[in-house]
């Protein structure tokens, strides 16, 4: 088993992409949303590679769909709180789109893995 071989997924790369892409939009940010708004993005975001490193690591396939269940719900977290960084103008509308076609992206290549590690007719 190569130690980073996390590395090498698709999924894992997109998911740094979207972190990228929240710590471009967090630069622009109010002040005042700091602590708050922004605080909660970067480290929703920065959940979503971790999970995924952390579970696609794991020997047991239940630890390693347990890890990609909490990535796909900070991907959710993320996309909730970059509606509201929408709403409230940090980002444009062309912004928000690109970045929910890679949210959507990113979800079915949780999705996908997780389903991988499923064995055929069972639920975990």
């Not at 709403?87 to 970045?99: A, G, Q």
């Not at 959507?104 to 639920?123: D, F, K, M, T, V």
Request: net charge neutral; glycine share 4%.
């Amino acid at each position: 088993m190569e130690i980073f071989g996390y590395r090498k997924l698709l999924v894992y790369t997109k998911a740094k992409e979207i972190v990228k892409n929240v710590y471009r939009i967090l630069r622009r940010c109010p002040k005042e949303e700091q602590y708050a708004l922004c605080d909660q993005l970067r480290r929703s975001s920065v959940s979503i590679t971790s999970n995924i490193a952390e579970g696609t690591s794991r020997y047991s396939v239940k630890d390693k769909v347990h890890f990609l269940e909490i990535a796909y719900g900070s991907l959710m977290e993320t996309m909730s709180q970059l509606e509201i960084a929408n709403d409230l103008k940090y980002i444009d509308e062309v912004e928000f789109k690109n970045i929910e076609v890679l949210v959507e992206e990113e979800a079915r290549l949780i999705s996908g893995l997780r389903r991988s590690y499923q064995p055929e007719g069972s639920e975990l």
